[in-house]
């Protein structure tokens, strides 16, 4: 069983950046693909980023990239979403998952590119507000 803690959140202007951090234990995290997701207000749950085991491969959806970056280190059992530029849009709840079934590729028709339902271990959250 796995347990996943994001951290990092918080109120930031826009144009401000902040740097979420997703840390599972219970298990090594060295054959998972780990996702980030988001849920804004009054909208569905969909896929942010995600990373292969090992790191040599990202994705990202259309509108963060460039201005997100997701990076992990499997020694400490983290996966990080660098977000820069943040604009109000941004604003959601931020979650992490990951299981040992789903790739990372393809990501747009894949589990980490929609609303992740199929993926087994998920952190609480954690909240991103953009406002000035």
């Known amino acids: 069983q796995l347990q996943i803690e994001e951290s990092g959140g918080g109120l930031v202007q826009p144009g401000g950046s902040l740097r979420l951090s997703c840390v599972v234990s219970?298990?090594?995290?060295?054959?998972?693909?780990i996702g980030w997701f988001r849920q804004a207000p009054g909208k569905e749950r969909e896929g942010v980023s995600c990373i292969n085991p090992s790191g040599s491969s990202t994705n990202y959806a259309d509108d963060v990239r460039g201005r997100f970056r997701i990076s992990r280190d499997n020694a400490k059992n983290t996966v990080w979403l660098q977000m820069n530029n943040l604009q109000p849009e941004d604003t959601a709840v931020y979650y992490c998952?990951?299981?040992?079934?789903?790739?990372?590729?393809?990501?747009?028709?894949?589990?980490?590119?929609?609303?992740?339902?199929?993926?087994?271990?998920w952190g609480k959250g954690t909240l991103v507000t953009v406002s000035s």
């Open positions: 219970g298990n090594t995290v060295d054959f998972y693909a």
């Open positions: 998952a990951t299981d040992s079934y789903h790739p990372c590729d393809p990501f747009h028709n894949g589990p980490f590119g929609g609303s992740g339902s199929d993926i087994n271990y």
